[in-house]
Nanobody
């Protein structure tokens, strides 16, 4: 299983970025795909997930209305559109995949089976 995250970069506060996560080695539609982030000195935290079988997306409260997660099963890709970015969004963003998690476990990073390498997002204030 490989997850390749990309799309990070340096952006000014108020700007936008779109992250992509391309998966290989799995039957993509059977997997939940999630985004997490980790800022320096902090624990990895849940951001959003688009569950398998095209279920409804699920967001951390702090990003609701600002970030949008979507998935394209034909391209084995999940996107994270991030708008109105602030310095607090600066982190390494990771995508993850898992096929068995229940809803109550989706926010727990240790429960996910597969991880990408991360992409750095830096928001300048």
């Amino acid at each position: 299983v490989q997850l390749q995250a990309s799309g990070g970069g340096l952006v000014q506060a108020g700007g936008s970025l779109r992250l992509s996560c391309v998966a290989s080695g799995i039957t993509f539609s059977n997997y939940h795909i999630g985004w997490f982030r980790q800022a320096p000195g902090k624990e990895r935290e849940f951001v959003a997930t688009f569950r398998r079988y095209n279920s409804n997306p699920y967001y951390e409260d702090s990003v609701k209305g600002l970030f949008t997660i979507s998935r394209d099963n034909a391209k084995n890709t999940v996107y994270l559109q991030m708008n109105s970015l602030t310095a607090e969004d600066t982190a390494v963003y990771y995508c993850a995949a898992d096929s068995t998690l229940i809803l109550s476990s989706l926010r727990t990073s240790s429960q996910w089976d597969y991880w990408g390498q991360g992409t750095q997002v830096t928001v300048s204030s």
